[in-house]
Every structure is written in C-alpha cells, then in structure tokens.
C-alpha cells in the first residue's frame, strides 16, 4: 500500500484546510485508515481514525469538535477536515493504514501498518 498525503499549507487561526490521502491498491476499501502528526520536536501523536466502512470514527481530544475524518472507497481517498485551527496544530501531518477492518483503539499507533510521507501544516497566529 501507497500513501500519498496532500493538502498542507499556511493558514491564519481560526482558519481550514482539508488534507487527503490517496491509497494505492485495490484492499483499500478494506483497510482503517489514520491521520497522525508530528510537531518540531515532539513525538507523532494520534489525530483521527475511521473504519473501512466509514462507520466508526476516532478522534483526539486536542481535536475533536473542530477536525472531520472521512474516506470515500470509490476513490481510495481519506480525508481530514480541519476547522478552527490553532497555531499548536501546526505539525506535519501523516497518513496511515492499518490491515484491519476497525482501528485497534488499544494500540499507540492504532494498529497502522502503512505510512505515507507527510504534509506540513503551518497554521499562523
């Protein structure tokens, strides 16, 4: 499985911007799928996950209310609706699938097996 990220930019707070992530494969509508990011010297940190269904979805708390993750199957896309942005959610932000049908909520990184390259995330005060 490939990931490809996009969507990333600079953007005011109180801002949005929607990033997707293009799946290569034909499992994809098979898989969970994640968004995590990472800010400049801090470790990745969970963001938002979603089933294959598109059923379930999983968020941080830091985002909850103001970040919407979806995927369409027909077109091997995820994407993360980012609203009210804050200056601390700036990081780059990467996308992940797991080979499971639901994100393991147990497991630090959800259970994601795939990582795609990331996509920064600049959001200015």
């Known amino acids: 499985v490939q990931l490809q990220a996009s969507g990333g930019g600079l953007v005011q707070a109180g801002g949005s911007l929607r990033l997707s992530c293009a799946a290569s494969?034909?499992?994809?509508?098979?898989?969970?799928m994640g968004w995590f990011r990472q800010a400049p010297g801090k470790e990745r940190e969970f963001v938002a996950a979603?089933?294959?269904?598109?059923?379930?979805?999983y968020y941080a708390d830091s985002v909850k209310g103001r970040f919407t993750i979806s995927r369409d199957n027909a077109k091997n896309t995820v994407y993360l609706q980012m609203n009210s942005l804050k200056p601390e959610d700036t990081a780059v932000y990467y996308c992940?699938?797991?080979?499971?049908?639901?994100?393991?909520?147990?497991?630090?990184?959800?259970?994601?097996?795939?990582w795609g390259k990331g996509t920064q995330v600049t959001v200015s005060s």
């Open positions: 992940a699938a797991a080979t499971i049908a639901t994100p393991d909520i147990n497991s630090g990184d959800y259970g994601m097996d795939y």
């Open positions: 494969g034909r499992t994809f509508s098979s898989y969970a």
């Open positions: 979603i089933s294959w269904s598109g059923g379930s979805t």
